[in-house]
């Protein structure tokens, strides 16, 4: 390690709380000085000795500040990221890049010209399960994979008092970066998307019911949500001329991280309950799925800043995330197959 660096974490909600500070304080050679929030007793309990700031410019105008995560709403992600940029810190944003993909490349162009590392939190690649189909499809276990299905089913019926379920936020722009960002990094760009759309809940102002469908030359992809799903536990359906891989229920790390656990402990990220593999030559098993591993973002993020690795998630991929985004909104919109 050449040298430790100062974070600031914007926002102190869900992922700023049980993702990004329990990961930063995880992770050797990074150190969460500030984190800039109205909730001062709430980091003082979480985080002793933590510095809270009022406001963004404080954190921004530190020059000891390296790196700056942007964990506030989705709405002013690219608000946010843009002054860090300006103050000439590195960024790292919480999914979704922006909510609009003119603001994503303008922020991509902005990190360009400026020398600095801009990375977006696509967790969710180091997912147990999705790890595991990775692992799958590169062994040739499933041949010639011909249909996909990713699924974040939930039944949350009453709508709640949150920013993520007022107009203009809504499932897509919480759940969708997740289930696009797996897809491309298995199968790269779609030949053409088509979405539908939909609010279900009683008195819902955000959509909360998501189909998409990505096609490709022989192969389907079909990327759901919903929020009125009782049995909602399927993860993942994807079959090939091999054979076929089913697993239900999600990765372990979002719970553990919400109890408190401690990032990389022993145990850490083994999900109990395995897959069923059938294979077209040999019957069907349970399959133990692959240990899932967030830290491993932050380590490959501190190694970036560093000059000794790659970024982990870098504005192209986010942006090819945000365009297969963009068009299953126009996609809903016009009733029909968007071509990029």
Same mark, same amino acid.
């Given at each position: ?5 100062? &974070? ?7 992922? @700023?709380? #049980? ?11 990074? =150190?969460?000085?500030?984190? #800039? ?10 985080? *002793? ?6 406001? %963004? $410019? ?10 700056? %995560?942007?964990?506030?709403? +989705?709405?002013?992600?690219? !608000? ?28 991509? !162009?902005?990190?360009? !010209? ?28 499933? @041949? ?8 974040? +089913? ?25 289930? &696009? ?8 760009? *779609?030949? @053409?998307?088509?979405? +539908? ?23 389907? #992809? ?17 079959? @090939?001329?091999?054979?076929?891989? %089913? ?28 897959? &069923?593999?059938?294979? &077209?030559?040999?019957?069907? $098993? ?17 190694? $970036? ?7 982990? =998630? ?16 126009? =996609? ?9």
């Amino acid at each position: 390690m050449t040298r430790s660096l100062n &974070v600031a974490l914007l926002g102190y909600g869900m992922a @700023g709380k #049980v993702f990004h500070a329990p990961l930063i304080r995880a992770t050797s050679g990074l =150190s969460l000085k500030t984190v #800039v929030t109205s909730r001062a007793a709430q980091v003082a309990a979480d985080h *002793p000795g933590v510095a809270v700031a009022a406001d %963004i $410019a404080a954190a921004l105008a530190d020059p000891a500040i390296d790196l700056v %995560i942007v964990a506030t709403p +989705d709405a002013v992600h690219a !608000e946010h990221a843009r002054a860090a940029l300006s103050a000439g810190k590195a960024v790292l944003i919480d999914k979704p890049f922006a909510t609009r993909l003119d603001d994503a490349k303008a922020l991509a !162009e902005q990190a360009r !010209e400026a020398g600095l590392l801009l990375s977006v939190f696509h967790n969710r690649r180091w997912d147990s399960d999705f790890l595991t189909v990775r692992q799958l499809i590169a062994d040739g276990a499933l @041949g010639r994979v011909t249909q996909f299905e990713s699924r974040f +089913d939930r039944f949350r019926p009453v709508v709640a008092d949150q920013w993520k379920e007022k107009p203009g936020a809504g499932s897509w722009l919480n759940l969708g970066p997740h289930v &696009v960002d797996q897809a491309l990094q298995l199968f790269g760009m *779609p030949l @053409g998307v088509y979405a +539908d759309f939909a609010i279900q809940k009683d008195g819902g102002q955000a959509i909360d019911y998501c189909h998409v469908l990505l096609r490709y030359e022989r192969l389907r #992809v079909v990327l759901q949500a919903g929020s009125l799903v009782p049995a909602n536990d399927l993860r993942f359906a994807v079959h @090939g001329t091999g054979g076929s891989f %089913i697993k239900h229920g999600l990765d372990p790390q979002e719970a553990a991280l919400a109890a408190g656990g401690i990032p990389g402990g022993e145990g850490w990220g083994v999900d109990p309950r395995p897959g &069923v593999l059938t294979r &077209v030559a040999g019957g069907q $098993a349970p399959f133990d799925s692959l240990p899932g591993d967030y830290p491993a973002f932050y380590a490959r993020l501190r190694d $970036a800043l560093n000059g000794e690795g790659e970024n982990p =998630s870098n504005p192209q991929d986010a942006l090819a995330t945000m365009t297969v985004m963009d068009l299953a909104m126009r =996609s809903a919109e016009a009733r029909r197959e968007v071509e990029p």
